[in-house]
């Protein structure tokens, strides 16, 4: 059977992503990472989720020991937004330096040692644009970097990268989740880590944008 | 002045690319990583070599909870070789998937949070082409996929990686290091993690190999 690496926050889309892999038919193994991020919530949602599904997880921790994200400063404020047309089109504050590239280099070491094919990874351009490391042409940059830089590729079996999710809005995005059966009760979006989603984050506002264009209710809300 | 993050495990040939930054006038930020490699001899040497340079260290700790070479498996048997001649030329045991990937996110994340222009990196293909994450082309595409996906790239500042030892042969690596003053007798190679270098994994060969070569006694053997 086929096997892939799913990067898996425990949020909405990597949680979608995922069932999207296993719907491709892929035997799937999850991959999360607790980096100092403010809040350990995404983590155990992740958990929750794969062990519903039997999919084998792994967790990476570590900490970046620089500054320089709003997402790593537990006591810093994180921006907040009420209305996702004005979010800004640059990079957001929570952008967290060569995080995607850190996140798909452990999903590629991980997809060697497994021998997958292929690693699936809930990026999406279309609602924010602000992240450089979400877009179509870094992960094809990325993408060829492995296939010069691992054994797999040296060896003519190089690692795809699957980004299902990249071009769907978040409507699409919960649409897609709701055909495939996604317990979105089970995910954890928001970046702060309260009882119940702050709703002004990045985050929480896309989220919420998605339901309510997609006329469903949030489970997580209810 | 300008800055560079230097990758440095502590070893003879990542020591040198930290003494070629400093010749080049970078103000150096040094990395290393402790990821369950069988032994913490060499970031001790790194610590201590950055401590007497006065150089800021950054350690990144982490688990990779795959399997996949032999540098991770602490109990298992490193290759020896005891000709430098005979070593095989095709990706040696001690690969570790994605591993220098991983590493250079990390250095990425760390020139986008400090501001530093390059990366110097370590790698050296001419004695031992195995490892398809030294090579040219690899850190090539590496360094275009970084361009593109991160903030620095996206506001044209791109980060360029240095890999000044890349085309040398360690004989060279050897009187590089005594012309920039490297201490030898702190830099650990041997993968093993003895009170004195193993003489017959990889690294120990070649490193015997560019002392020989140079017409030079290794400090660390005498």
Known sequence: MKKAVCLFSG???SAVCLY???NEGYDAVALSFDYGQRH????????????????????????LPWKGSA?????????????PE??????PATYVPARNSIFLSFAFSCAEAEEAEAIFFGANVLDYSGYPDCRPEYLEAFTEAMRRGTKAGAQGRAIEIKAPLICLSKKEIVLLGRKLGVPFEK???????????????DSCVLRAKGFREAGLEDPLLS
Request: with cysteine; hydrophobic share 30%.
């Open 11 to 13: 949020g909405m889309d």
């Open 20 to 22: 999207c892999a296993r």
């Open 40 to 63: 350990e919530k995404e983590v155990e949602a992740a958990h929750r989720l794969t062990h519903d599904l039997g999919v084998p997880h792994h967790v990476i921790r570590f900490k």
């Open 71 to 83: 997402l790593l400063e537990r006591d810093g404020k994180l921006p907040e937004y009420r209305d």
């Open 86 to 91: 004005k979010m800004p089109k640059t990079i």
């Open 187 to 201: 995910t954890w979006s928001c970046y702060a880590g309260g009882e119940r989603p702050c709703g002004v984050c």
